[in-house]
T-cell receptor, first 113, second 113 residues
């Protein structure tokens, strides 16, 4: 099976702009979770989507949003970018049922200038 | 609320020596526990998981971990490390499912020749 893919791998944006990141899960996986990784805050949970519905949400401002499509692909959007949004954004997919584990993609490195 | 504390931010060790990476968690309910490894510029890879049952869990690459409910710990061990084990290791806990995990700050394992 192909692994989790994330596009783009690297991105440079300017403060105030918005950005959309994409995640394609492993075939058959119905759940996609997003995490933000920074040197200062570590790995923080953003949200999880399961069968096109947001199932869990972390403590991030409303500028961070996401969605999942019928083919389980997911996108996350960050509006009005701030310098502090610079991070590695990781996507993870899994079957969505207890007993299974997440598989992580390589991440998208977002730099906000 | 759940939380994870990785007690060592950096662990240097010589090749072929044993290693233990320590992880304590806090939760008011039963939890699922995970250890992940992250190599530079890559996503996270699952080493092992504890969901229920035997408290000694064996994972990939010769790693194992022991769940201790009374001490709320889930320490990772390897009897003999290799240079290739140099990486960042993350302990994670989830009260609900793998899709919403809380991660520790990570432990950098450096294996020296």
């Amino acid at each position: 099976k192909a692994g989790v893919t994330q596009t783009p791998r690297y991105l440079i944006k300017t403060r105030g702009q918005q950005v959309t990141l994409s995640c394609s899960p492993i075939s058959g996986h119905r759940s996609v979770s997003w995490y933000q990784q920074t040197p200062g805050q570590g790995l923080q949970f953003l949200f999880e989507y399961f069968s096109e519905t947001q199932r869990n949400k972390g403590n991030f401002p409303g500028r961070f949003s996401g969605r999942q499509f019928s083919n389980s692909r997911s996108e996350m959007n960050v509006s009005t970018l701030e310098l502090g949004d610079s991070a590695l954004y990781l996507c993870a997919s899994w079957e969505g049922v207890v007993g299974y584990e997440q598989y992580f993609g390589p991440g998208t490195r977002l730099t906000v200038t | 609320a759940q939380s994870v504390t990785q007690l060592d931010s950096q662990v240097p060790v010589f090749e072929e020596a044993p290693v233990e990476l320590r992880c304590n968690y806090s939760s008011s309910v039963s939890v699922y526990l995970f250890w992940y490894v992250q190599y530079p510029n890559q996503g996270l890879q699952l080493l092992l998981k504890y969901l229920s049952g035997s408290t000694l869990v064996k994972g990939i690459n010769g790693f194992e971990a022991e769940f201790n409910k009374s001490q709320t710990s889930f320490h990772l061990r390897k009897p003999s490390v290799h240079i290739s084990d140099t990486a960042e290791y993350f302990c994670a806990v989830s009260e609900t499912d793998a899709g919403k995990s809380t991660f520790g700050d990570g432990t950098t394992l450096t294996v020296k020749p």
